[in-house]
Nanobody
Framework: QVQLVESGGGLVQAGGSLRLSCAAS????????MSWYRQAPGKQRELVAL???????NYGDSVKGRFTISRDNAKNTVYLQMNSLKPEDTAVYYC?????????WGQGTQVTVSS
């Protein structure tokens, strides 16, 4: 079992920045991939970024060059640094942990970008 708690969401103006955090607890040694997803009203949940246990990263096309995913193994925390935010980045952001074939999700944190 893995428990995930996201934080750092909020309201920001277009062009601004936010940093989301996802703190993991439980069987964290078995986590293969950590990722961030987002879901806007009326839209499907989409992948924002992921980072593997080996440190490899991948990003959704809409956030490449603006968002950065990183991890602090000592704190069992994954971060999503979001720069140059746009109104279309408004969504609930979810953290996900992949353990073998099982997925664990956090409760989500709201990010709202005003124009």
């Amino acid at each position: 079992q893995v428990q995930l708690v996201e934080s750092g969401g909020g309201l920001v103006q277009a062009g601004g920045s936010l940093r989301l955090s996802c703190a993991a607890s439980g069987s964290i040694f078995s986590i293969n991939v950590m990722s961030w997803y987002r879901q806007a009203p009326g839209k499907q949940r989409e992948l924002v970024a992921l980072i593997t246990s080996g440190g490899l990263t991948n990003y959704g096309d809409s956030v490449k060059g603006r968002f950065t995913i990183s991890r602090d193994n000592a704190k069992n925390t994954v971060y999503l640094q979001m720069n140059s935010l746009k109104p279309e980045d408004t969504a609930v952001y979810y953290c996900k942990a992949l353990v073998r074939s099982s997925s664990y999700w956090g409760q989500g944190t709201q990010v709202t970008v005003s124009s």
